[in-house]
């Protein structure tokens, strides 16, 4: 599933939009720890997260993920907007909490691999 039409489907809120939303989403990893991620996110995952801060940007794009889902109403700040800008990495934000996200995220891609 296109990373455009996951964020259009899960209702997820845009802040830096400079990027690819034709990528194809191979899935999602839940961490709010950065070694974890760098560690097992796979390429083209959707990373799951509440850290806000400009290392998350880093952590994606040296994985080259798909994008990066802030949940519980966490948003970033400038200096990570303006780092994920330069780097053209996604980023989308949810009220919603990581278990609820990752469960949506979890039957859309299952849906379509069936």
């Known amino acids: 599933m296109k990373l455009s ?3 259009g489907l899960l209702g997820l809120a845009t802040h830096q939009s ?16 950065l070694s974890d991620v760098m560690g097992f996110a796979k390429e083209k995952n959707v990373w799951i997260t509440c850290q806000t801060h400009e290392n998350i940007v880093a952590v994606a794009k040296l994985r080259n993920l798909a994008a990066i889902i802030l949940v519980n109403s966490h948003k970033p700040d400038e ?28 039957n859309l891609l299952a849906k379509q691999n069936h």
């Open 79 to 106: 200096a990570t907007l303006r780092l994920a800008r330069e780097e053209n990495v996604i980023i989308f934000s949810t009220s919603e909490s990581a278990f609820a996200i990752s469960g949506k995220l979890f």
């Open 18 to 33: 400079q990027g690819r939303f034709d990528v194809e989403v191979s899935g999602a990893y839940a961490s709010d720890l």
């Open 5 to 7: 039409e996951l964020s």
